[in-house]
């Protein structure tokens, strides 16, 4: 160990009912996850020092000062690990190649994420059941509709993890909650050890984060973070009939006996699934005689927006739901319910016969992809950071619906160059520009390629960071560009 005072034996079987006084903790980072992780860490009585490069954090720094925590802030800050440290918790967007975390594996100093803290958390005598959600693409649509069903149902829920709200957050609340629907990224899977999900899905599997899973065989390992959702589940492992890599998981996954293996599909379902009849999203696993019938749980005009890949994000929620007891009625009333977050297809003018759309959140190609299939011509609006992702396929499949391109951001040229390659006759338009104010110049432009009954696309396939603060950010700014444009006036 790093010079503790407890085990690494202690450690492994660590929870709220330890002897945490005796540990020293050091919390890698006081983004909004390392905050609740040392709020949490402070609850059980653990010696906490907190570590963070940047000195924008000063008045989460001053606030956990006042209450005996040790934190450093600042360029150096993190560049070596305190001599005695029984265990690291590290906030998701650290690499395992940082220095620290590399300083604590030589050691053999454990490494947790927020997401293990809050499972010891609830040990042994607060358990509530996660329901858990990953996927490259649609994580967030999902746990919302999944929220909602579970609320339609009349249960005590919260929408936790990747989504925004920490789920060390919830478990110091003072709600006692019946489930928590829990949204993964790939970093949070990476440092989870000893989770069990009581059902668990991964929606899809698309090259992503390459930036962060760093050498050849990146996306292998991406692939096998996404896996360890599936490890331990109880009662249901739900997996995309239509990408069969998810359903490779579900077979390699060591689950506890018992659980099921439960596919949905925007097809009509075989039995231990869920799918779609007809206008009908129905359920063939989670009733008595699935095999030669099936329930209606709800309709296709439930799902708002509507498209194909939303369509897989009810029926993935609906599984998980169902898995839990939820009635039909409360997943059809969970989707009538929902309010989705913004950025995601979301209509924000429509003048002159075109439709603008802000799906900003679409970081990624499956993501752009996924927009793309539901328009017939558009003009999109592309690029930012790629991440390591090409757009080629992108490309090659949606090149014929493009009324013309508008591409920005630092990786623009990688983008610019697939559209020359595999779509030459589109009309590009390629900004040079570094501000986040380009976006009129990008609506301007956009607007002298549209015709009559085109979407405006702005469905970048790219991360945000190198020209705003968020994928919200630039689609606020591009919704504000729009309705300067069309007259409207600012949204109130």
Not at 99 to 116: D, M, N, Y
Not at 120 to 130: A, F, L, S
Not at 250 to 278: H, K, L, N, Q, W
């Amino acid at each position: 160990m790093g010079g503790g005072t407890v085990t690494k034996e202690w450690i492994s079987t660590a929870d709220r009912l330890s002897d945490w006084p005796s540990a020293h903790v050091v919390v890698a980072g006081l983004g909004v996850s390392g905050f609740a992780a040392a709020d949490g860490l402070m609850s059980l009585g653990a010696r906490i020092t907190v570590l963070d490069e940047s000195e924008k954090h000063a008045d989460k720094a001053s606030l956990l000062e006042m209450l005996d925590v040790t934190v450093r802030l600042g360029p150096g800050a993190t560049s070596t690990l305190p001599d005695d440290v029984d265990l690291v918790v590290t906030s998701p967007g650290w690499r395992p190649s940082a220095p620290l975390l590399q300083q604590a594996a030589a050691r053999g100093v454990p490494i947790w994420g927020e997401t293990e803290l809050a499972w010891r958390m609830m040990h042994p005598d607060r358990v509530v059941p996660w329901l858990a959600v990953t996927g490259t693409n649609g994580k967030t649509t999902t746990t919302q509709m999944l929220e909602s069903m579970l609320r339609a149902e009349g249960l005590a829920t919260a929408a936790v993890g990747n989504i925004g709200r920490p789920i060390v957050e919830a478990i110091l609340d003072d709600t006692a909650y019946d489930v928590l629907a829990v949204e993964l990224s790939s970093f949070q899977l990476h440092w989870m050890h000893t989770v069990e999900m009581h059902s668990a899905v991964v929606l899809n599997l698309h090259p992503d984060h390459l930036e962060w899973y760093e050498g050849p065989d990146g996306y292998e390992r991406y692939v096998a973070d996404k896996a360890r959702i599936y490890a331990g589940v109880r009662h249901a492992a739900v997996y995309n009939v239509a990408e069969p890599a998810t359903e490779k998981l579900v077979e390699e996954a060591e689950v506890t006996e018992g659980a099921r293996a439960i596919g949905f599909t925007t097809g009509i379902p075989a039995p231990s699934m869920v799918g779609v009849v007809d206008d009908l999203l129905v359920d063939r696993a989670f009733v008595a005689q699935r095999k030669d019938s099936a329930l209606e749980v709800a309709k296709l005009v439930d799902v708002s927006p509507y498209a194909p890949h939303n369509v897989e994000n009810a029926l993935a929620a609906a599984a998980l739901a169902r898995s839990f007891g939820v009635s039909a009625g409360a997943v059809a009333r969970g989707l009538q319910d929902v309010e989705l977050a913004g950025h995601r297809m979301q209509t924000v003018a429509a003048a002159d016969g075109v439709t603008w759309v802000d799906d900003s959140k679409a970081t990624n190609p499956h993501a752009a992809n996924s927009a793309m299939n539901a328009y017939p011509s558009f003009v999109w609006i592309a690029g930012g950071q790629a991440k390591g992702t090409t757009f080629d396929e992108l490309v090659q499949e949606h090149g014929s619906q493009m009324r013309g391109a508008v591409v920005i951001g630092i990786d623009r040229h990688l983008v610019a160059d697939s559209l020359s390659r595999h779509a030459p006759e589109v009309p590009v338009h390629v900004l040079d520009s570094s501000e986040s104010g380009v976006m009129d110049q990008v609506v301007a432009l956009a607007a002298e390629m549209a015709r009559d009954g085109d979407v405006v696309l702005l469905s970048p396939g790219c991360a945000s960071l190198d020209m705003f603060a968020g994928y919200g950010d630039r689609g606020e700014q591009f919704t504000a560009a729009v309705r300067r444009h069309v007259h409207l006036g600012p949204e109130l």
